[in-house]
Each structure stands twice: as structure tokens, then as C-alpha cells.
């Protein structure tokens, strides 16, 4: 049985990866700044502050995959939480490169998380490619560093791969629940102008490309953690409407209140190009959730 560890894994995308993983018989650790206890899953403690984490959980690692980080969505972005927004992700993969060294382990691959945030907070028609370089604001700065250091995997020899992640739709977890409350009252209205693009992709297939990269050796590098399909905000709030069957669209949300309510952070939701999925497609990688109206219907109907 091969040993997966999730660092971040009692998240969203990390929960969810855990329960896959383990259907497919893998054996899954998951590492957490807090102790729990789980029949499914076994638990281990790390503090990125301090830099230390249970001598324990990395031992016999056949995988390790990267989901640790402070979620920006959910606070306002001061110059604390901007330090810990990057300190979570990149100084995480420190310990873990160290810890590897300490322990002379070297598991098969490392697959990290990264945001399409990488190619910064714009609104463009053109199409971001895993290749185009990264945006000069907070969410461009933070993918740097994040990934510079999820590159020093590659000089201990491990195979690194990076999935550039686009906004995950899951009915409990993320940017659905918040945008379904609206919706079911009539009021899916689209975000500032709605032109701005929205980059998405079903929880089950980021999860299944989580898996796809850890099983096929062939995959190594970046590669856009994105559905094929292009769609604006005022599209995906069209889909979000027919699919509750609510005819109702009530005027968009103004650009003013969501600066007031979440200041710097109002970029995440009021800015947006298209993303490219075409690499991780040509690598063999089979999206079960393509267009918006299939994931939607499987997400809230089911
Ligand atoms: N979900 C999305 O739409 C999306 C989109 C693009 C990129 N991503 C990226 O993918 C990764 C996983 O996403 P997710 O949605 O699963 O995130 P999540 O639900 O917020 O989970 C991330 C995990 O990171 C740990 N964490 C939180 N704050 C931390 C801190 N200050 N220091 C260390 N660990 C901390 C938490 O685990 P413990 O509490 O157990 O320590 C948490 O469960 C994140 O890096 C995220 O930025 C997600």
C-alpha cells in the first residue's frame, strides 16, 4: 500500500483528496497544526512558526502533496495576514524539504498547490498559459515565492509537479455555498461588471488531477489546475440561476460595497482572464466535469 501525506489535508481540497485516496487503497496521512484523532486517517501536528513538525509523519512517504496554507478569501488582506499568507505556503515547504534531508527519505513525487492568481488579478481576454510569467500584484508575488519553493523538491531529486489552481466548486466548502445563498433567493446577480473571467473547476476533478499527477511519473512541472471552459462571472451566475430553476436576476453587485466589505481581497471576486487547461489535457488528463452546467447540476443536485 503506498503512503500518501497531505500537508493542509483537513481542508477542503485536502479532505476531500484524503477519502478519494483512500477508496483507492492508498494509505493517507494527513499533517495539521492540530492534534486529531480519525479512524481513516492518521493525524500529525507541525507549527510553521516555529518550524517543527512530528518526526514521525513523513516516514515512509511515497508521496507528499501541499495544501497548507491560510485561506485568503476568508480574511481581509492586512500586512499580517499577507506575511502569513505567504509564510504558510512557502516557509511549509521548507520544513518539509529539511525534514526530508534529516530523515535521508526521498519520496516519489511532491505535487503542490499554486492559485491562477500566478499570473495576477487582471481582466483581459487573453488566454494565461503555464508559461506566461507571473502578475506583479499581492496574488502574483505570493505564487512566485510559493512555487520558487516548491522547486527546491527538484534538487533533492524529486519529482515536482505544481497545479495552478482555478476557484474549486464543492457544495460545502469555497465560493459556491457563499454564491448559492443568494441564488436560491433570486438573487443571482453578477460581481461588478460580470465581464471579469472565473476560471472553475469541479472539487472531483482537481482532486482526480491531485491523483493523476501522483500515479503518472510522466507528469512534472506546472500545469493549470482549470476546467476547459471559459466562462464569466455573469455567465456562471446565469448557469447558477437556470440550475436552481430561478428566474429572477436581480441587479449586479456593485464594485463599491465589495471594496468596502473586503478591501484589497474584493480582487479575487471582481477580476479575471481565461485560463488554459489545454497542457494537463494533452498529458492524457480526462476532465469528468467540462462545461458548468454538468458540474452544477452534479454538485447541487445530488
Ligand atoms: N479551494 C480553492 O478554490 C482554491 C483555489 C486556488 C488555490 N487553492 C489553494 O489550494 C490549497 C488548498 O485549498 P483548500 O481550499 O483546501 O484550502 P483550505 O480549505 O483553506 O485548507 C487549507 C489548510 O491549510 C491549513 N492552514 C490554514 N491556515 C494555515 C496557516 N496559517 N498555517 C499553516 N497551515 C494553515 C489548514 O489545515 P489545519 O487547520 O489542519 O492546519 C487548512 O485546512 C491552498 O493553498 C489554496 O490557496 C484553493
Not at 271 to 284: H, L, N, P, T
Amino acid at each position: 500500500m503506498k503512503r500518501v501525506v497531505i500537508a493542509g489535508g483537513s481542508g477542503a481540497i485536502g479532505s476531500h483528496l484524503a477519502k478519494m485516496l483512500k477508496a483507492k487503497g492508498y494509505s493517507v496521512a494527513i499533517l495539521s497544526r492540530f492534534a486529531k484523532q480519525s479512524s481513516d486517517f492518521e493525524y500529525f501536528t507541525w507549527n510553521i512558526d516555529t518550524k517543527t513538525i512530528d518526526p514521525n509523519a513523513l516516514v515512509g512517504a511515497d508521496a507528499i502533496v501541499h495544501l497548507a496554507g491560510a485561506n485568503i478569501g476568508e480574511n481581509r488582506w492586512t500586512e499580517s495576514f499577507k506575511r502569513e499568507v505567504i509564510s504558510s505556503r512557502a516557509d511549509a515547504v521548507s520544513i518539509l524539504a529539511t525534514e526530508l534531508k534529516r530523515l535521508n527519505i526521498q519520496p516519489k513525487v511532491f505535487v503542490s498547490a499554486s492559485a491562477i492568481g500566478y499570473y495576477g488579478s487582471v481582466t483581459t481576454d487573453k488566454i494565461f498559459t503555464e508559461t506566461d510569467p507571473p502578475g506583479t500584484d499581492f496574488l502574483g508575488q505570493v505564487g512566485t515565492i510559493w512555487e520558487n519553493a516548491v522547486n527546491e523538491f527538484k534538487s533533492l531529486n524529486i519529482r515536482t509537479v505544481i497545479l495552478r489552481t482555478g476557484v474549486v466548486l464543492d457544495k460545502s466548502s469555497g465560493a459556491l455555498p457563499k454564491l448559492l445563498k443568494p441564488a436560491k433567493f433570486g438573487l443571482a446577480s453578477p460581481i461588478g461588471s460580470g465581464k471579469q473571467f472565473m476560471p472553475w473547476i469541479h472539487i472531483e476533478d482537481i482532486c482526480r488531477m491531485y491523483i493523476y499527477a501522483i500515479e503518472h511519473p510522466e507528469i512534472q512541472g506546472v500545469y493549470n489546475g482549470v476546467a476547459p471552459e471559459f466562462l464569466t462571472n455573469s455567465q456562471f451566475m446565469k448557469a447558477l440561476a437556470k440550475v436552481l430553476n430561478k428566474k429572477t436576476f436581480a441587479p449586479r453587485v456593485p464594485v463599491f460595497m465589495l471594496r468596502l466589505m473586503l478591501g484589497e481581497g474584493a480582487t479575487i471576486v471582481l477580476d479575471g482572464s481565461r485560463v488554459s487547461a489545454e497542457k494537463i489535457r494533452k498529458a492524457g488528463f480526462n476532465f469528468q466535469f467540462s462545461e458548468i452546467y454538468s458540474a452544477l447540476n452534479n454538485l447541487i443536485k445530488h
